[in-house]
């Protein structure tokens, strides 16, 4: 079982910079971890994922250059840390995980459905 709970969601002006940071307990060292946000009225996106063990990343299109996501696994954290934010951006900010396995894809990872576990969410506002 994994356990993922976010942190540092806040509210931003568009153009400003934030960074989210998701505790991962139950063993990161093998889970491959993923960003993935709702804004209201619109499904939840994938935005960015990182592999377990060497940490190659994966970015939605609508977010690459401005978004990079990392992982500390001594601290068992992953970040997210968002630049130029955009009005669009805002939302709730889901931490999701899933076992990894040597199948695993970058398509996988921009897969919403294919998560496991799940956290609570942290709420980004932007304001103009």
């Known amino acids: 079982q994994v356990q993922l709970a976010e942190s540092g969601g806040a509210s931003v002006q568009a153009g400003g910079s934030l960074q989210l940071s998701c505790l991962v307990t139950?063993?990161?060292?093998?889970?491959?971890v993923a960003w993935i946000r709702q804004a209201p009225g619109k499904e939840r996106e994938a935005v960015a994922g990182?592999?377990?063990?060497?940490?190659?990343?994966v970015y939605a299109d609508i977010v690459k250059g401005r978004f990079n996501i990392s992982r500390d696994d001594a601290k068992m954290t992953v970040y997210l840390e968002m630049r130029d934010i955009a009005p669009e951006d805002a939302g709730i900010y889901y931490c999701?995980?899933?076992?990894?396995?040597?199948?695993?894809?970058?398509?996988?990872?921009?897969?919403?459905?294919?998560?496991?576990?799940w956290g609570q969410g942290t709420e980004v506002t932007v304001s103009s």
């Open positions: 990182i592999y377990a063990h060497h940490g190659r990343t």
């Open positions: 139950g063993n990161i060292l093998t889970a491959n």
């Open positions: 999701a995980a899933r076992r990894r396995a040597w199948t695993d894809t970058d398509e996988d990872f921009l897969t919403v459905g294919w998560y496991k576990f």
